[in-house]
């Protein structure tokens, strides 16, 4: 296929810059840093031990730095980093769910020991949200080992269910953590916040240093409430032009996996700029920044703007300090997108890298639909496949699974009403397509997961998801067979029962 990314020449390293130390900062920050120079100084003055005169020069040549680097820099307490330095970071936000959390658990108390306190009962998210709705015993007992740690720590953010045969009776169930951490105001620019599982990066859409870590580390962390991180350099991605009506943030995502490939950004941030970008709603960011790791990239971020900034407003009263790259800041490489050139795109199995346009593919027969993940069951996306039946007003001609992320998304498919609708739900479209019925919000089987979970590929079978992985196994049976596509697509082919450009609805 045609491809409209266009490489430009890497940026230079060690450009010296003319920014002093407290340029690098936004205001607040500018107060904070040159309070404490000051104070220093003085210090420096009075002791008689350190009264050997250094060279003027050292330590004042400053370079531009990106917005990782930043973020890591003001986390780390330095007033310069560069890519491939290892420093000690400072976390703001720990989060861990129910496959993971007993295992860092664990950890924690072996190397910390069994009455050892966690290193702040405010800063620890723990989020039952992937094994929730199944009979498995052990995936069951993994929701008690956390509640007993909560228990026993007081932990303040710990998103419960006990009752699993009705979620609404659980008032403090969310549902995906990604998503939960987003709607309950835990992702704010500026902040460092680390998570036991790989899509982490999702927060990266906020202005937050965003990603995943292993069992141990997060161990670590508990106890510590730090951890050393190697500093990312950064790849940059210009989307500018008018959005197709036809296209999703999902459609640009896998455009850009397509484009560097499952390894082009390993331990790389990529940051995501331009108009296209600006003209995005939260959860569309997120959707973008959620697959960076399928990239092999360490981290995504999104400038904070007037639209973070509006999703804040009723979800946190905690202060944040947005943070963004210098001008002149160093981006190993450049990718410049024309978006009001592409078309609508899926990832064929079995890799997310594995890209081709929905229409190459109109006659991939399919068994089933699934709309769902942390990827692709927000609000947004609902309402995008709601469009699709509305559009057509046509009944599907395969199963059509639908798993909210959250108790918030699936509340507003029943409350919400879709634009241009008269007034109908989601949930109302959705049945009148003969779709299955929303489902109780969880990860479901966007991951496979136990063998009664709500549709799960136990037999090997087609299927065009809204998730984010299409390896072998990865939605059960391991001769299944995954298209990735943005929901507008899901929905287009639900309705033909083959692989299908959302554009034959749309238009
Ligand atoms: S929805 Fe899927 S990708 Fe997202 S956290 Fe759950 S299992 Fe992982």
């Known amino acids: 296929m045609a491809s409209y990314a ?192 790989s899509h982490t990066c999702n927060a990266g859409a906020f202005g937050q240093f965003a990603t995943g870590i292993g069992n141990t580390d997060a161990g670590f962390v508990m106890g510590a409430g730090k951890l050393l991180l190697k500093v990312p350099p950064t790849l940059r991605f210009i989307l500018d032009g008018e959005m197709p009506d036809y296209l999703l943030a999902k459609d640009l995502i896998l455009q850009i996996i397509g484009e560097i490939s499952v390894s082009g950004a390993t331990y790389k941030s990529m940051e995501f700029i331009g108009s296209t970008v600006e003209s995005l709603s939260m959860e569309e960011r997120m959707t973008l920044c959620n697959m960076v790791v399928e990239a092999g990239g360490k981290n995504g971020v999104v400038p904070a703007d007037k639209t973070t900034f509006k999703y804040l407003e009723d979800k946190t009263t905690m202060d944040f300090e947005p943070v963004y790259s210098d001008g002149n800041a160093r981006f190993i490489q450049d990718y410049k997108f024309d978006v009001s050139k592409l078309e609508p795109l899926v990832a064929k199995p079995h890799s997310p890298d594995n890209r081709a346009l929905a229409r190459e593919c109109k006659d991939v027969k399919i068994d089933r639909v699934y709309i769902g993940s942390c990827t692709g069951g927000k609000t947004e996306d609902f309402l995008a496949a709601a469009k699709v039946f509305l559009a057509s007003g046509k009944k599907v001609k395969v199963p059509t699974f639908l798993v909210p992320a959250t108790q918030k998304v699936w509340m507003d498919l029943y409350g919400l009403p879709v634009p241009g609708s008269g007034g109908k739900t989601c949930s109302q479209i959705f049945e009148e397509a003969g779709c299955d019925t929303p489902a109780s919000p969880n990860c479901g089987a966007c991951l496979g997961g136990p063998r009664d979970t709500y549709a799960r590929m136990n037999e090997p079978k087609v299927c065009v998801s809204t998730t984010n992985r299409n390896f072998p196994g990865r939605m059960g049976h391991k001769e299944g067979q995954i298209y990735l596509a943005s929901p507008y697509t899901a929905a287009a082919s639900a309705l033909t029962g083959f692989v299908t450009d959302p554009r034959e609805f749309l238009h």
């Open 6 to 197: 266009m490489t430009l020449s890497p940026a230079h390293f060690g450009g010296k810059s003319e920014l002093g130390a407290c340029s690098l900062f936004s205001p607040s920050i500018i107060a904070h840093k040159c309070r404490r120079q000051a104070s220093n100084k003085i210090r420096a003055v009075m002791s008689p031990t350190q009264s050997q005169r250094t060279p003027s020069t050292t330590g004042s040549v400053k370079h531009a730095m990106t917005m990782t680097e930043k973020i890591l820099s003001r986390a780390s307490e330095r007033s310069q980093l560069e890519p491939g330095e290892n420093v000690w970071v400072n976390i703001d936000v720990l989060m861990t769910h129910d496959v993971c959390g007993p295992g860092t658990i664990g950890i924690f108390k072996r190397e910390f020991g069994e009455n050892a306190k966690v290193w702040d009962r405010e800063k620890i998210v723990i989020i039952p949200d992937h094994y929730i709705f199944t009979s498995d015993e052990r995936a069951n007992r993994n929701v008690d080992i956390l509640r007993d740690f909560c228990m026993e720590q007081n932990i303040k953010y710990f998103y419960d269910i006990k009752d699993l045969g009705n979620f609404k009776a659980n008032p403090d169930y969310k549902g995906v953590c990604h998503i939960a951490l987003a709607q309950e105001g835990h992702c704010r620019p500026g902040e460092v916040l680390l998570g036991t599982d």
